[in-house]
């Protein structure tokens, strides 16, 4: 059986990205191992230590800074977190200090918003009704 283990963002600045990431956000720092110029930084959710890793990756190649501020610029997000109320999340998150291009947004069988991650990412909440 495959199983998803780990999944990355890139991000401008891995030290600004774990503030975020953790402090922002609430995950949880899981691995921090030097790896030449960066570092392996993960984090995981509070929720499953043990579940999957979202590794804050380095945007060292110029294709995927391209990438990223193409989908930018087109207001797309990079990838999607689970939470359980878009609607509490948004005012915890603004009340934080976060930018978000999308308030939360009832689109039928799911709620979403959408939020800059301050590492030069759009990111989406999501919650299913």
Same mark, same amino acid.
């Given at each position: 059986? $495959?199983? $998803?283990? =780990? ?5 401008d600045? !891995? ?5 975020? /990431? ?6 949880? +720092?899981?691995?921090?191992? &030097? ?5 392996? =930084?993960?984090?995981?959710? &509070?929720?499953? +230590?043990?579940? #999957?890793?979202?590794?804050?990756? &380095?945007?060292?190649? +110029? ?6 501020e ?5 207001? @797309? +997000?990079?990838?999607q ?5 878009? /609607?509490?999340? #948004?005012?915890? =998150?603004?009340?934080?200090?976060? !930018?978000? @291009? ?6 039928? &069988?799911?709620?979403?918003? #959408?939020?800059d991650? @301050?590492?030069?990412?759009? $990111? !989406? $909440?999501?919650?299913?009704?």
């Open positions: 059986m $495959i199983r $998803i283990h =780990l999944t990355s963002v890139w991000v600045d !891995q030290a600004k990205a774990l503030d975020f /990431y953790t402090g922002t956000l609430g995950f949880t +720092p899981k691995t921090d191992v &030097p790896a030449g110029e960066a570092r392996w =930084l993960t984090v995981v959710s &509070p929720a499953d +230590p043990d579940g #999957v890793e979202l590794l804050l990756e &380095p945007t060292g190649h +110029p294709a995927a800074a391209q990438l990223k193409a989908l930018v610029a087109d207001g @797309i +997000p990079f990838t977190f689970a939470v359980d109320d878009v /609607y509490t999340e #948004v005012e915890r =998150l603004k009340g934080l200090g976060v !930018q978000f @291009i999308q308030d939360a947004t009832d689109l039928g &069988p799911v709620v979403t918003a #959408v939020f991650d @301050i590492c030069g990412n759009l $990111i !989406q $909440i999501a919650a299913m009704k």
